[in-house]
């Protein structure tokens, strides 16, 4: 039946664990909506010829009204219908905007006309994505230029891409192949070029893949030898890097991380804290939030605290301001603050490693630009 119903409505093939779960509510819709459909242009016929006009009102010259029940079923069932939908729909939303917590994580970064995808601690691609089948993924996204939008028809995802902004969805594959990625978002003249695939490959096949692309990516001294980079997982990669990005950007002169006050909020429980603005309104401090401080602090100022925090629109990109939100996330309270990490650095503006303690970069990786 799933098969028939994708075919009927000329569907792409269903790629990821959400793809079913879209597309049940996709037929559902229409099956409801045609039966309701039929229903209501049934008895609008029948109302037509059992109260068409005979020169008369009534038998007794009185209007004939419909029973309150009619009224109810006619009112109540595309009622029902409507805020079923609503239901399953939401429900379906908030998986989309849920990744587990363990996926793997890839930043995303849209720019005219092309994407570029960056691993924690691997390889960069442009306008192709590897992933492994069935684990999840999600993408940290975000534009360096206008809004685009990332939609891979096959997995049934769709995400606006916003300048200045830090958005997030996932996808777990189910089938390796590769799979068509399109902007849906009216860019400017590229708009219809702006296409890259995701390559999904088995699990085995994508972790010699990684381990292949690292080895290549790592870091060589003087001597020609490669220096040991201790495997580590891709999160905490990340909310190491943040925190590097976090103090090299002098961020730690004006936020506190263990609670204490001082020129600006302090980041310690920060992530998902309802914080009070100079216009009273309450914020609460997500992801979107706490980027769009970043990028524009004039735009949301919290109350009690001076404006004296710059912007840093240019000066960060993307996936660096991605990185610093995921260390203010890691930041809260029992948790201790992550160590940091003495050996060998990936920027990621650069895409280059540096070594501690030199401050030279010793091996280029085509980073995000």
């Not at 409801?32 to 229903?39: A, E, G, K, R, Y």
């Not at 939303?93 to 996926?103: E, H, I, K, W, Y």
């Not at 089938?175 to 902007?183: I, L, T």
């Not at 009273?280 to 735009?299: F, R, V």
Request: charged residues 20%; contains cysteine.
């Amino acid at each position: 039946m799933n098969e028939l119903m994708r075919k009927l409505l000329f569907l792409p093939e269903q790629a990821s664990t959400m793809a079913p779960r879209i597309d049940h509510l996709h037929y559902f819709v229409i099956i409801t909506t045609m039966i309701v459909s039929f229903l209501i242009g049934a008895a609008a016929i029948g109302f037509y010829v059992k109260y068409r006009w005979k020169g008369r009102i009534g038998a007794k010259g009185e209007p004939v009204y419909t029973t309150v029940l009619g009224e109810l079923l006619i009112i109540g069932v595309p009622a029902f219908f409507f805020l079923l939908w609503f239901m399953i729909g939401y429900r379906d939303f908030v998986r989309l905007q849920s990744p587990p917590a363990d996926s793997m994580d890839v930043y995303v970064m849209g720019k005219q006309w092309m994407w570029k995808f960056a691993y924690p601690d691997g390889p960069n691609g442009v306008n192709v994505l590897r992933v492994p089948a069935n684990r999840p993924v999600r993408l940290l996204m975000t534009s360096r230029d206008v809004i685009h939008s990332f939609f891979v028809p096959s997995f049934r995802i769709k995400q606006d891409v916003l300048p200045g902004r830090y958005t997030q969805t996932w996808f777990e594959a189910t089938k390796p192949g590769r799979y068509p990625v399109y902007c849906t978002e009216m860019c400017g003249t590229g708009h219809s070029t702006m296409r890259a695939e995701v390559v999904v490959m088995a699990p085995e096949e994508f972790d010699k893949w990684f381990a292949q692309q690292r080895e290549q990516t790592r870091p060589r001294q003087k001597d020609g030898t490669k220096t040991l980079v201790e495997d580590r997982d891709p999160h905490a990669t990340m909310i190491l890097e943040g925190q590097k990005l976090a103090e090299s950007a002098g961020c730690f002169k004006c936020h506190s991380v263990d609670g204490s006050s001082h020129i600006g909020p302090t980041w310690l429980d920060m992530y998902m804290r309802k914080e009070t603005l100079e216009n009273g309104q309450i914020q609460l401090a997500d992801e979107a939030y706490i980027t769009e401080s970043m990028m524009d602090p004039k735009a949301k100022q919290v109350h009690g605290y001076q404006l004296v925090m710059p912007s840093y629109r240019g000066r960060l990109e993307g996936p660096e301001s991605a990185a610093i939100v995921e260390y203010i996330k890691s930041l809260r309270s029992g948790s201790p603050e992550p160590a940091r990490d003495k050996g060998p650095q990936f920027d990621i503006k650069s895409g280059e490693t540096v070594q501690p303690g030199t401050g030279s970069m010793e091996v280029r990786t085509g980073g995000m630009q």
